[in-house]
């Protein structure tokens, strides 16, 4: 049983997020096409995470009503069929509609994966089914982007979408086969209201907008830069997404840091890195950006992960869950205004322009940092009536590393990363 979830869960992991950024490498292909600037073109990306992010919390309704393994399956059947379809498009509207629909579709594996788990694995093996999605979760988000930049020179864009369709399918195919049929859960109260009246989590909420918003920006625009004003191939250009790699070694660390050094200090340091990184791509020169991304990502992926274990320790047993659906909500908003505003920045004002507008973002996450710091100092210690959060549950998969979980509850939301679904975990988590 453990190794059949654990496949179900890595393809589950796979099929969704390959699926939610396969367009984000050919988005100069798709602006040249519709004659589209950077700005526009980004809304390919940030229709489907700003209707994964309006649809994360209700998706999670349904899954406790009709329960998670049908929302998980036919989530990633329904957006692989849509990935099929993106191809046929035959405007730009029609491939926004599209993609707002497969955000909506996708938004019910991060509601509910991460809560099936806990509920299904057993015990000595939820650490290992946890530590697979996320590896799902952080190589599909990579494959994703791969196979359409690599795919794209020498066909079109819409073969590449038709090449990350296909292998989502196989991919969702395969999770529907293997997913084992769930058990009833206990519903619980909503503590809808702890979790977004909590300062130390306000705190944290903010630090994913911000953060989140400078990463995809980033990456949103990277492939004009680079084919646009470098004058690099798609397929080459396309190697800038293996930068990803380096967000599973930092994420893991910033975990085991965060337990020994206080989670605001390596949050901090996981900003500053990020910020570093973005500077270090200013000049116009493939080796210094490769560097910059690679520090860029390991410091983003570093924060992330330090901020969703955040909300894992902090929240009580009865908001973990709720706490975990609004983290990735706003995740997923950072993801698509923050990604659209960075590439109207870039449009406007060019790299620079962008640079200093993610900077000012990674500023005022680090000031939520600080805030969230402050304010769990002042917090009054709890009673020894009082649940407290469980501690961390770590699980080695091959593919990610460690991953760092908070101990699971069945009202847990699921969480994806970068990714951003998923109930909390300090290890990466593909946003992606």
């Keep these: 049983m453990p190794s059949r979830l654990t496949t179900a869960v890595a393809a589950t992991g796979l099929a969704t997020f390959a699926l939610l950024y396969a367009p984000q490498s050919v988005l100069p292909d798709i602006a040249r096409e519709f004659r589209l600037t950077p700005a526009e073109a980004s809304l390919a990306v940030s229709a489907a995470t700003g209707a994964l992010a309006l649809a994360i919390i209700p998706m999670a309704a349904v899954a406790d009503r009709v329960g998670r393994r049908r929302v998980i399956v036919w989530s990633v059947l329904t957006a692989a069929a ?13 491939l926004l509609a599209a993609r707002a629909l497969q955000g909506v579709a996708t938004a019910g594996v991060p509601a509910s994966a991460m809560a099936f788990l806990a509920q299904e694995a057993p015990k000595t093996h939820v650490g290992a089914a946890i530590g697979a999605l996320v590896a799902g979760n ?3 988000g990579m ?4 196979i359409t930049g690599f795919t794209t020179d020498g066909t079109s864009w819409r073969t590449a979408l038709a090449l990350a369709g296909a292998f989502g399918a196989a991919c969702a195919i395969t999770a529907a086969l293997l997913l084992p049929k769930g058990h009833h859960a206990e519903r619980r109260p909503s503590a809808l209201r702890d979790a977004l009246t909590d300062r130390v989590l306000l705190c944290q909420y903010a630090i ?3 953060s989140v918003a400078a ?10 830069r680079l084919t646009t004003d470098l004058g ?5 250009a396309t190697l800038v997404y293996l930068a990803y790699a380096a967000g599973g070694g930092t994420s893991a660390a910033a975990g085991r840091l965060a337990d020994r050094h206080g989670r605001a200090r390596v949050a901090l340091a996981g900003l500053a890195l990020t910020a570093a990184g973005a500077a270090i791509t200013l000049p116009d020169h493939v080796a210094a950006i490769a560097v910059g991304l690679t520090l860029f990502t390991g410091g983003f992926f570093a924060a992330h992960a330090v901020a969703s274990g955040w909300v894992g320790a902090h929240a009580p047993d009865h908001v973990r869950g709720q706490a975990s659906g609004v983290y990735l909500f706003a995740y997923y908003v950072g993801s698509s205004t923050g990604g659209t505003a960075g590439s109207a920045a870039y449009q406007a004002h060019g790299w620079p322009g ?3 507008l993610i900077t000012v973002w990674l500023a005022l996450a680090a000031v939520a940092v600080g805030a969230a710091h402050k304010a769990q100092a002042h917090r009054p210690q709890k009673s020894s009536g009082t649940s407290t959060a469980a501690p961390p549950v770590t699980a080695t998969s091959p593919s990610c590393g460690n991953a760092t979980v908070p101990a699971a509850t069945e009202n847990v939301a699921a969480r994806t990363s970068s990714g951003t679904s998923y109930t909390t975990a300090t290890g990466r988590v593909s946003p992606p």
């Design 354 to 356: 962008l640079t200093v």
């Design 232 to 236: 690099l191939p798609t397929g080459l």
């Design 208 to 210: 994913a907008i911000l």
């Design 138 to 140: 952080s190589a599909g």
């Design 215 to 224: 990463f995809i920006s980033v990456f949103n625009v990277i492939g004009f």
């Design 143 to 146: 494959l994703g982007r791969l």
């Design 82 to 94: 849509l990935g099929l379809l993106l191809p046929l498009a035959p405007t730009y509207e029609t």
